[in-house]
């Protein structure tokens, strides 16, 4: 079980709609890459829900520099460079330039506390459904990633699937790759909570409470959530008929939790 002893709430999502909270959620997927049109989410929310929408006419985010992938994605933060220039939060393949250029937005960008999300996959081979955190990237090597889930579609069963759960260094020295896809005994077509918990020198996730990996390292950085549903294609048409769609990833909460004393702290949490 998770101890949340050390921790108090900070960011309680249960999306109870009917807009998302603009206070917390920027509804495009790293603009900066591609423009905010060809990266806006697709989703409706209300009632309790998230629900993350590829639909049949939905354009490529970037197909320039990542073929046909069709993303709808959230993100708690974003920044770039000017247009034309390099600089850009997450640096995925190599010659990337700004098309768009994005000013700073820091809405939830925490160094280390307890992060979790509770959601159902698609079953979907072509889908992927993702809960991460990113570096904000305020100097280019702060850019570790922490995945506290991501489930691909060809990895759903009916009772059972693979959960990969890790750490990416990207550009950050200082981490290197730690990251294993998990065998659990559930079915993920329903809903079901992971987590992750994010201190000094280590992270821990969990499914459902249980712990199911330990790293020990950890970015020490502040970093931003992305909550995100992919497509994977081979080219311009949709992957499945056109009576699969919309794919939708059903999200019914989102927490962050900060610790009370220590590194990641509010400063009046410290005693005296």
């Not at 709430?9 to 206070?23: C, H, K």
């Not at 459904?129 to 506290?148: Q, T, Y």
């Not at 918990?197 to 970093?223: C, H, N, T």
């Amino acid at each position: 079980m998770i101890d949340r002893s050390g921790y108090e709430l900070e960011v309680d999502e249960a999306f109870g709609g009917p807009d998302l909270d603009d206070r917390l959620w920027l509804p495009n997927y790293l603009p900066h890459w591609s423009s905010r049109e060809a990266t806006r989410a697709r989703y409706d929310v209300g009632g309790g829900q998230l629900r993350l929408r590829i639909d049949a006419d939905q354009p490529p985010w970037n197909p320039e520099k990542d073929g046909w992938i069709r993303v709808s994605g959230l993100q708690t933060g974003q920044s770039s460079g000017p247009v034309g220039s390099r600089s850009g939060q997450l640096q995925f393949t190599d010659g990337l330039i700004v098309r768009e250029a994005r000013p700073v937005e820091a809405l939830y960008t925490p160094t280390y506390g307890l992060f979790e999300v509770r959601l159902a996959a698609i079953p979907d081979p072509a889908n992927m459904v993702a809960l991460w955190m990113i570096g904000f990237e305020d100097r280019p090597e702060r850019s570790g990633e922490i995945c506290i889930c991501e489930i691909f579609g060809r990895d759903v069963g009916t009772n059972s699937a693979r959960i990969g759960v890790g750490i990416h260094p990207w550009a950050d020295p200082a981490l290197r790759e730690d990251f294993d896809q998990v065998a659990v005994e559930i079915d993920v077509r329903g809903s079901h909570w992971y987590a992750a918990e994010w201190r000094p020198g280590s992270v821990r996730f969990y499914i459902d409470e249980q712990l199911v990996k330990v790293v020990d390292q950890a970015p020490a950085y502040p970093m931003q959530s992305m909550l995100t549903l992919y497509e994977f294609g081979t080219g311009p048409e949709p992957v499945s008929p056109a009576t699969a769609y919309p794919k939708v990833a059903v999200i019914e909460r989102f927490r962050g939790w900060r610790p009370i004393y220590g590194p990641g702290a509010r400063e009046a949490a410290f005693p005296g």
